[in-house]
C-alpha cells in the first residue's frame, strides 16, 4: 500500500475518534503539532527512527510525555501509530486529517507562497478575499519564498494563479523576445 493510502487510512480513523470526543478542529491541532515536532525536532525525529528501540519503549515515553496534554485516546492513536512503525509519516497524516476537515466543514485550503512575510492581519485578508471568489471558506497557508520577487501565488486544489513579479517579468521578456524577432 502506498504511503498517501497509508496516511489518509490513519486521518480517516483519527477522524472517527476525533469525532466520538467531540472536537474535531482541537484534534487536527494536537495532530499539527505533534506533526511539527517529528519535521523540526531532530532529536524527536531520531528518537522515533531509532531502529534499536522497540515500539513499546518508544510508545512509553510518548505516553509519558503527552499524557497529561492530551486525550488518552489521541495518544493510544499515536501509539498505534508507532506500534505498526509508520511514525515517519505523521506529517502526512497530518496534512490528510487537515483536507479531511476542510472537506467535511465545506472549506477550502490554499497554499499562499509570498516574497515575504506576510504583515499581521494580511494573511486573513487574502482569506477573506479568495473565499469571495470561490464562494466557500478559505483557510490559507502561507509560504515564504524571496524568489518569486512580488505578488503572490496561490494553489488551491488543482487550481495554481500565479501572480508573482517574476512570472509578469517572464511573459514580458517573452512578449519582447518574439516582438523582437519578427
Do not use: H
Not at 512509553?60 to 496534554?69: C, F, P, Y
Amino acid at each position: 500500500m502506498r504511503e498517501p493510502t497509508i496516511a489518509r487510512n490513519y486521518a480517516e480513523t483519527l477522524l472517527a475518534l476525533a469525532d466520538k470526543a467531540g472536537d474535531v478542529e482541537g484534534w487536527g491541532r494536537m495532530l499539527s503539532e505533534v506533526a511539527s515536532m517529528v519535521t523540526t525536532d531532530r532529536g524527536v525525529r531520531r528518537f522515533l527512527e531509532n531502529p534499536r528501540l522497540s515500539a513499546d519503549a518508544k510508545c512509553e515515553v510518548l505516553r509519558k510525555a503527552l499524557q497529561d496534554r492530551m486525550p488518552r485516546l489521541f495518544v493510544r492513536f499515536l501509539e498505534s501509530v508507532v506500534q505498526n512503525r509508520r511514525q515517519a509519516i505523521v506529517p502526512a497524516i497530518a496534512q490528510e486529517y487537515a483536507m479531511l476537515v476542510d472537506a467535511r466543514l465545506g472549506r477550502v485550503a490554499a497554499e499562499v507562497t509570498l516574497a515575504r512575510a506576510p504583515q499581521p492581519g494580511e494573511v486573513q485578508m487574502i482569506a477573506d478575499a479568495l473565499a469571495k471568489q470561490v464562494g466557500r471558506p478559505v483557510v490559507a497557508t502561507v509560504r515564504v519564498n524571496p524568489e518569486i520577487l512580488g505578488g503572490m501565488i496561490v494553489r488551491m486544489g488543482d487550481t495554481l494563479r500565479d501572480g508573482s513579479v517574476r512570472r509578469r517579468l517572464a511573459l514580458l521578456r517573452n512578449t519582447l523576445v518574439t516582438g523582437a524577432t519578427r
